[in-house]
């Protein structure tokens, strides 16, 4: 089975006789390549909920689907699920991505009435968070959440390996704008030396730089390793300074085993680190902080302070202004275009 969650391309995408299961197979597997995992995650969802949708509903799936059946897949998603506008376009995503693996034809899934639904959605749901009475917004890690993330994680109930692990791993994220599955590993019970960062893949440069060689990273379709470099700050956030005291304590640690383990050995996972963040950080604020939130923490903190967008980018790996939806200071924002704006009339 592939990494990439081919298992869930199902037979039927090849109809001709002159193809054999084994070459289905090689085939099916390259294209579960396609994609990222999180994406194949996400479309084996979609498929999951189009199943029940149409159990409860004692019907029996069939492609290609007909446009009521999208419209009603919708409805029972929004109004039965509770699912948001954002949460429909990618489940349309997958019942596309259905229909290809399966070998079926395409109908069109996002008619003009389709995309006017999912529309009204995400506006209804934004005017929800503006009133309060939608779910809590994830938001970026700011250095003062950091602060108080460090000093909750020095009271928790952790032994002080532990401590010095999720401490360092919080730093490093921050200051280096990673993503989650960069850094850490994606089960507890195995991992794959090819795409996990392992101990000897972090390496001290100099007495101010930490190097981190990211393995198969999201903007890189080679599959090339690439090396990233994190500096000190010195301050008490300080990502190096984190390093060095979890680097002495874990020093009789494999360098063939994944970085950040925890003091039993078990690798440190994004799950397990969400539930940390929601541990430590839910209950002093109505927001929500997950992994990916150190990522637009540092776009924000350095939007904040007036960076160029080119190294706002540069630091977030972003090869587009994709990086502007990791930007969550509207003030911020809005500060910008205006000094943009005093530029340009003062030329007129």
């Not at 089975?1 to 197979?25: E, H, T, V, W």
């Not at 190294?311 to 502007?324: F, L, N, P, Q, T």
């Amino acid at each position: 089975m592939s990494k990439y969650g081919g298992s869930s391309i199902r037979s039927g995408l090849f109809s001709s006789p002159r193809i054999g299961d084994n070459q289905k197979a090689e085939l099916l597997e390259l294209a579960s390549h396609g994609v990222a995992v999180g994406t194949w995650k996400s479309y084996k969802t979609a498929e999951r909920m189009l199943a029940t949708y149409h159990k409860e509903q004692g019907q029996r799936l069939q492609l290609p689907v007909t446009e009521d059946t999208v419209l009603g897949f919708i409805h029972w998603l929004i109004y039965k699920r509770g699912v948001k506008g954002a949460t429909v376009n990618n489940y349309i995503a997958g019942i596309r991505m259905l229909h290809i693996t399966k070998g079926a034809p395409m109908p069109n899934l996002r008619t003009d009435f389709v995309k006017l639904v999912i529309a009204g959605t995400k506006h209804r749901d934004a005017g929800a968070r503006l009133r309060g009475e939608a779910a809590p917004e994830r938001k970026p890690v700011t250095t003062d959440v950091l602060r108080l993330l460090k000093a909750e994680l020095k009271a928790g109930q952790y032994t002080q390996t532990d401590k010095l692990t999720l401490w360092t791993v919080c730093a490093i994220l921050f200051h280096g704008a990673f993503r989650g599955g960069e850094l850490l590993a994606r089960q507890t019970g195995s991992f794959d030396p090819a795409f996990t960062l392992l101990r000897e893949d972090i390496q001290k440069s100099g007495a101010s730089t930490i190097q981190l060689r990211i393995k198969m990273p999201k903007e890189d379709k080679d599959g090339r390793a690439t090396i990233l470099e994190v500096y000190a700050t010195g301050t008490d956030i300080c990502p190096v300074k984190a390093f060095d005291k979890w680097e002495k304590a874990t020093c009789k640690w494999e360098n063939t085993q994944p970085a950040f383990r925890w003091q039993s050995g078990i690798p440190l996972t994004t799950k397990q680190l969400n539930s940390v963040l929601r541990r430590h950080l839910d209950k002093h604020t109505k927001c929500k902080y997950r992994v990916h939130s150190f990522r637009s923490g540092l776009a924000s903190t350095m939007a904040a302070l007036g960076c160029p967008d080119e190294e706002i980018k540069s630091m977030g790996r972003w090869s587009s202004r994709a990086y502007e939806d990791y930007i969550k200071l509207p003030k911020v924002k809005r500060a910008r275009v205006a000094r943009k704006l005093t530029t340009a009339l003062m030329k007129l």
